[in-house]
């Protein structure tokens, strides 16, 4: 179960917003997550590497070619 401080039903960024979570229970134990920092930069490089190289031009006509797709 998670305890939200607000209600999602109402507003569902509720359940976006790290802040607003006041608690998680397991088996109705408290339960503690710990999340790794995330380094935004590191993940952003990521993204955008991983667009271009698999779903460049190229790509995308090849797959659509192996999928008899035709592209406008």
Do not use: C, H
């Not at 006041?22 to 503690?32: V, W």
């Amino acid at each position: 179960m998670v305890a939200f401080d607000g209600d999602p039903l109402a507003d569902i960024d509720v359940i976006l917003d790290k802040s607003k979570v006041r608690g998680l229970y397991l088996g109705g134990e408290p339960l503690t997550v710990k999340a790794p920092p995330i380094n935004a930069r590191t993940e952003t490089k990521f993204s955008y590497r991983m667009w271009q190289i698999i779903y460049d031009q190229k790509t995308v006509a090849a797959l659509a070619k192996e999928n008899r797709i035709g592209i406008r």
